[in-house]
Protein backbone atom coordinates (compact mmCIF):
# COMPACT_ATOMS: atom_id res chain seq x y z
CA UNK A 1 0.00 0.00 0.00
CA UNK A 2 1.50 3.46 -0.73
CA UNK A 3 2.30 5.66 2.24
CA UNK A 4 -0.79 7.16 4.19
CA UNK A 5 -1.69 10.94 3.01
CA UNK A 6 -2.10 11.96 5.83
CA UNK A 7 -0.50 10.30 9.15
CA UNK A 8 -0.15 11.45 13.02
CA UNK A 9 1.36 9.18 15.26
CA UNK A 10 1.31 9.92 19.16
CA UNK A 11 0.39 13.61 18.52
CA UNK A 12 0.13 15.79 21.86
CA UNK A 13 -0.34 19.83 21.59
CA UNK A 14 -1.52 22.21 24.24
CA UNK A 15 -3.22 25.56 23.98
CA UNK A 16 -2.44 27.95 26.18
CA UNK A 17 -1.33 25.59 29.18
CA UNK A 18 -4.00 23.00 28.26
CA UNK A 19 -3.38 19.59 26.87
CA UNK A 20 -5.86 19.57 24.35
CA UNK A 21 -4.24 16.42 22.31
CA UNK A 22 -2.87 13.64 24.04
CA UNK A 23 -1.58 11.46 21.87
CA UNK A 24 -3.71 11.02 19.01
CA UNK A 25 -2.75 8.10 16.09
CA UNK A 26 -4.84 9.16 12.88
CA UNK A 27 -3.77 7.86 9.69
CA UNK A 28 -5.84 8.28 6.46
CA UNK A 29 -4.95 6.81 3.41
CA UNK A 30 -5.45 7.98 -0.27
CA UNK A 31 -9.19 8.50 -1.32
CA UNK A 32 -10.44 8.02 1.93
CA UNK A 33 -12.91 9.74 3.47
CA UNK A 34 -12.59 9.99 6.75
CA UNK A 35 -14.81 11.35 9.78
CA UNK A 36 -13.17 12.98 13.18
CA UNK A 37 -16.01 13.07 15.27
CA UNK A 38 -16.62 14.00 19.18
CA UNK A 39 -18.11 16.09 21.89
CA UNK A 40 -17.36 19.30 22.07
CA UNK A 41 -14.09 20.31 22.87
CA UNK A 42 -12.65 17.13 22.31
CA UNK A 43 -9.75 18.31 19.86
CA UNK A 44 -11.16 17.94 16.60
CA UNK A 45 -10.56 21.23 14.83
CA UNK A 46 -7.00 21.17 17.03
CA UNK A 47 -6.30 18.12 15.04
CA UNK A 48 -7.26 19.46 12.08
CA UNK A 49 -5.10 22.52 12.37
CA UNK A 50 -2.07 20.55 13.57
CA UNK A 51 -2.48 19.16 10.43
CA UNK A 52 -2.16 22.11 8.38
CA UNK A 53 0.68 23.60 10.41
CA UNK A 54 -1.39 25.94 12.33
CA UNK A 55 -0.76 24.29 15.89
CA UNK A 56 2.60 23.08 16.56
CA UNK A 57 2.72 19.58 18.07
CA UNK A 58 4.73 19.76 21.31
CA UNK A 59 5.53 16.10 20.43
CA UNK A 60 4.57 12.84 18.13
CA UNK A 61 4.49 13.68 14.75
CA UNK A 62 2.80 14.70 11.03
CA UNK A 63 3.41 13.42 7.81
CA UNK A 64 1.50 14.68 4.84
CA UNK A 65 2.20 12.82 1.33
CA UNK A 66 4.31 10.99 2.90
CA UNK A 67 6.44 13.99 3.98
CA UNK A 68 7.45 15.46 7.58
CA UNK A 69 5.04 18.62 7.97
CA UNK A 70 7.70 20.98 8.80
CA UNK A 71 9.62 19.88 5.43
CA UNK A 72 6.12 20.15 3.23
CA UNK A 73 5.73 22.64 0.90
CA UNK A 74 3.38 21.50 -1.89
CA UNK A 75 0.30 23.50 0.09
CA UNK A 76 -1.68 23.34 -3.06
CA UNK A 77 -2.44 19.85 -3.04
CA UNK A 78 -4.63 20.59 -0.25
CA UNK A 79 -7.20 22.58 -0.21
CA UNK A 80 -8.67 23.71 3.87
CA UNK A 81 -12.31 24.76 5.25
CA UNK A 82 -11.71 26.17 8.33
CA UNK A 83 -14.85 25.92 10.81
CA UNK A 84 -17.18 29.15 9.96
CA UNK A 85 -16.81 31.11 13.15
CA UNK A 86 -13.00 31.44 12.43
CA UNK A 87 -13.33 32.76 8.59
CA UNK A 88 -14.53 36.19 9.64
CA UNK A 89 -12.42 39.07 8.62
CA UNK A 90 -14.27 42.11 7.33
CA UNK A 91 -12.92 42.80 4.11
CA UNK A 92 -15.48 43.19 1.41
CA UNK A 93 -15.17 40.65 -1.70
CA UNK A 94 -16.77 39.14 -4.03
CA UNK A 95 -17.69 35.51 -4.57
CA UNK A 96 -15.30 35.26 -7.52
CA UNK A 97 -12.55 37.09 -5.28
CA UNK A 98 -12.74 34.97 -2.24
CA UNK A 99 -12.54 31.66 -4.59
CA UNK A 100 -9.78 33.12 -6.74
CA UNK A 101 -7.68 33.32 -3.56
CA UNK A 102 -7.98 29.44 -3.22
CA UNK A 103 -6.12 29.46 -6.44
CA UNK A 104 -3.08 31.55 -5.68
CA UNK A 105 -1.10 28.87 -4.64
CA UNK A 106 -1.19 27.22 -8.09
CA UNK A 107 -0.68 30.76 -10.01
CA UNK A 108 2.67 31.72 -11.14
CA UNK A 109 3.76 35.21 -10.41
CA UNK A 110 0.11 35.58 -7.91
CA UNK A 111 -1.40 35.82 -11.22
CA UNK A 112 -4.36 33.55 -12.25
CA UNK A 113 -3.88 32.62 -16.11
CA UNK A 114 -7.02 31.13 -18.61
CA UNK A 115 -6.63 27.97 -17.19
CA UNK A 116 -6.40 29.04 -13.21
CA UNK A 117 -9.65 31.55 -13.77
CA UNK A 118 -11.67 28.66 -15.74
CA UNK A 119 -10.74 26.29 -12.65
CA UNK A 120 -11.96 29.16 -10.37
CA UNK A 121 -15.52 29.38 -12.81
CA UNK A 122 -15.31 25.53 -11.88
CA UNK A 123 -15.13 25.49 -8.46
CA UNK A 124 -18.13 28.24 -7.98
CA UNK A 125 -20.00 26.30 -10.38
CA UNK A 126 -19.60 23.44 -8.21
CA UNK A 127 -21.18 24.55 -5.32
CA UNK A 128 -24.07 26.10 -7.59
CA UNK A 129 -23.11 29.92 -7.46
CA UNK A 130 -22.47 30.98 -10.55
CA UNK A 131 -25.40 33.36 -10.36
CA UNK A 132 -23.64 34.91 -7.47
CA UNK A 133 -20.16 35.63 -8.47
CA UNK A 134 -20.34 38.83 -9.10
CA UNK A 135 -21.86 39.05 -5.31
CA UNK A 136 -20.13 40.51 -2.58
CA UNK A 137 -20.23 38.01 -0.02
CA UNK A 138 -21.74 39.96 2.63
CA UNK A 139 -24.94 39.89 0.73
CA UNK A 140 -25.11 36.00 0.98
CA UNK A 141 -26.70 33.59 4.13
CA UNK A 142 -24.84 31.43 6.14
CA UNK A 143 -24.95 28.41 3.58
CA UNK A 144 -23.82 29.96 0.94
CA UNK A 145 -21.06 31.59 2.76
CA UNK A 146 -19.93 28.04 3.91
CA UNK A 147 -20.25 27.31 -0.41
CA UNK A 148 -17.83 29.93 -0.79
CA UNK A 149 -15.13 28.33 1.35
CA UNK A 150 -15.51 25.32 -0.01
CA UNK A 151 -14.87 26.10 -3.75
CA UNK A 152 -12.04 28.50 -2.31
CA UNK A 153 -10.74 25.27 -1.09
CA UNK A 154 -12.03 23.35 -4.21
CA UNK A 155 -10.53 26.22 -6.70
CA UNK A 156 -6.82 24.67 -6.49
CA UNK A 157 -7.66 21.08 -7.73
CA UNK A 158 -6.66 19.70 -4.16
CA UNK A 159 -6.02 16.00 -3.70
CA UNK A 160 -6.85 16.06 -0.03
CA UNK A 161 -9.46 18.30 1.26
CA UNK A 162 -9.51 19.16 5.00
CA UNK A 163 -12.88 20.61 6.17
CA UNK A 164 -13.83 21.21 9.56
CA UNK A 165 -17.83 21.33 9.98
CA UNK A 166 -18.46 21.69 6.90
CA UNK A 167 -22.37 21.70 6.76
CA UNK A 168 -23.11 23.42 10.70
CA UNK A 169 -25.61 26.26 10.15
CA UNK A 170 -25.93 25.41 6.80
CA UNK A 171 -29.53 25.20 5.17
CA UNK A 172 -30.85 21.97 3.73
CA UNK A 173 -30.39 23.30 0.28
CA UNK A 174 -27.10 23.94 0.65
CA UNK A 175 -26.68 21.02 2.38
CA UNK A 176 -27.85 18.94 -0.12
CA UNK A 177 -25.52 20.96 -2.67
CA UNK A 178 -22.11 20.47 -0.38
CA UNK A 179 -23.46 16.32 -0.48
CA UNK A 180 -23.15 16.42 -3.89
CA UNK A 181 -20.21 18.36 -4.51
CA UNK A 182 -18.62 16.12 -2.14
CA UNK A 183 -19.93 12.77 -3.73
CA UNK A 184 -18.17 14.44 -7.32
CA UNK A 185 -14.88 15.11 -5.35
CA UNK A 186 -14.57 11.96 -3.89
CA UNK A 187 -15.59 9.79 -7.60
CA UNK A 188 -12.86 11.63 -8.86
CA UNK A 189 -10.41 9.84 -5.81
CA UNK A 190 -9.65 13.35 -3.77
CA UNK A 191 -8.78 12.16 -0.30
CA UNK A 192 -11.08 13.65 2.77
CA UNK A 193 -10.91 14.32 6.30
CA UNK A 194 -13.74 15.94 7.84
CA UNK A 195 -14.80 17.45 11.41
CA UNK A 196 -18.78 16.32 11.48
CA UNK A 197 -21.12 16.96 14.11
CA UNK A 198 -22.40 13.84 12.96
CA UNK A 199 -22.79 12.35 9.65
CA UNK A 200 -26.46 13.37 8.44
CA UNK A 201 -26.49 13.49 4.59
CA UNK A 202 -22.59 12.92 4.32
CA UNK A 203 -22.89 9.30 6.16
CA UNK A 204 -23.18 7.40 2.52
CA UNK A 205 -19.43 8.78 1.56
CA UNK A 206 -17.79 8.29 5.00
CA UNK A 207 -15.05 5.31 4.84
CA UNK A 208 -14.08 5.68 8.53
CA UNK A 209 -14.70 7.35 11.55
CA UNK A 210 -12.22 8.33 13.28
CA UNK A 211 -13.78 9.54 17.25
CA UNK A 212 -11.65 11.91 19.66
CA UNK A 213 -12.72 12.24 23.36
CA UNK A 214 -10.75 14.74 25.76
CA UNK A 215 -8.01 14.46 22.91
CA UNK A 216 -7.37 10.76 22.77
CA UNK A 217 -8.80 8.36 20.04
CA UNK A 218 -11.51 6.49 21.37
CA UNK A 219 -12.73 4.61 18.18
CA UNK A 220 -11.33 4.27 14.97
CA UNK A 221 -12.90 2.26 12.63
CA UNK A 222 -16.35 2.00 10.49
CA UNK A 223 -18.91 4.88 10.83
CA UNK A 224 -21.33 4.55 13.80
CA UNK A 225 -24.69 3.29 12.22
CA UNK A 226 -27.59 5.57 11.36
CA UNK A 227 -27.73 8.82 13.96
CA UNK A 228 -24.06 9.08 13.59
CA UNK A 229 -22.12 10.69 17.01
CA UNK A 230 -25.16 10.32 19.03
CA UNK A 231 -24.97 6.52 19.13
CA UNK A 232 -21.76 6.85 20.74
CA UNK A 233 -21.42 6.17 24.26
CA UNK A 234 -20.73 9.19 26.04
CA UNK A 235 -22.45 11.70 23.84
CA UNK A 236 -22.41 14.86 24.79
CA UNK A 237 -21.84 17.55 21.83
CA UNK A 238 -24.10 20.67 22.02
CA UNK A 239 -24.95 22.35 18.55
CA UNK A 240 -23.89 25.88 18.77
CA UNK A 241 -24.27 26.81 15.84
CA UNK A 242 -28.01 25.65 15.19
CA UNK A 243 -29.39 28.73 16.63
CA UNK A 244 -27.07 31.35 13.86
CA UNK A 245 -28.94 29.37 11.20
CA UNK A 246 -31.02 32.18 9.89
CA UNK A 247 -27.90 35.09 10.82
CA UNK A 248 -26.05 36.27 8.20
CA UNK A 249 -22.64 35.65 10.02
CA UNK A 250 -20.44 35.51 7.92
CA UNK A 251 -17.67 34.94 5.96
CA UNK A 252 -16.27 38.69 5.54
CA UNK A 253 -17.90 40.14 8.23
N1 LIG B 1 -7.00 29.43 21.66
C1 LIG B 1 -7.27 28.60 22.66
N2 LIG B 1 -6.66 28.71 23.87
C2 LIG B 1 -6.90 27.85 24.87
N3 LIG B 1 -7.74 26.79 24.77
C3 LIG B 1 -8.39 26.63 23.60
C4 LIG B 1 -8.19 27.51 22.48
N4 LIG B 1 -8.95 27.07 21.44
C5 LIG B 1 -9.61 25.99 21.90
N5 LIG B 1 -9.28 25.72 23.17
C6 LIG B 1 -9.76 24.59 24.00
O1 LIG B 1 -9.19 23.41 23.47
C7 LIG B 1 -10.13 22.34 23.54
C8 LIG B 1 -10.28 21.68 22.19
O2 LIG B 1 -10.84 22.61 21.27
P1 LIG B 1 -11.22 22.18 19.79
O3 LIG B 1 -11.74 23.41 19.13
O4 LIG B 1 -10.09 21.47 19.16
O5 LIG B 1 -12.39 21.14 20.05
P2 LIG B 1 -13.49 20.59 19.06
O6 LIG B 1 -13.57 19.13 19.33
O7 LIG B 1 -13.20 21.00 17.66
O8 LIG B 1 -14.78 21.32 19.61
P3 LIG B 1 -16.11 21.88 18.87
O9 LIG B 1 -16.92 20.69 18.48
O10 LIG B 1 -16.77 22.68 19.95
O11 LIG B 1 -15.67 22.74 17.71
C9 LIG B 1 -11.41 22.95 24.08
O12 LIG B 1 -11.50 22.64 25.44
C10 LIG B 1 -11.24 24.42 23.87
O13 LIG B 1 -11.92 25.15 24.88
Redesign the pocket.
Known sequence: MSEPVISLRGAQAS??S?P?LRGVDLSVERGEVVALL??????????V?SVIGQVPLTSGTITLFGTELRRFRRWSRIGYVP?RTTAASGVPATVREVVSSGRLSRARLGLLSRTDRAAVDRAIELVGLTDRARDSVNALSGGQHQRVLIARALACEPELLIM??PMAGVDLVSQEILAGTLREQVAAGTTVLL?L?ELGALEPLIDRAVV?RD?CVVHDGPPPQAVGQHALPGHD?VH?HAADESLRTGLLT
Open positions: LGRVGANGSGKSTARQDEVHLGHP
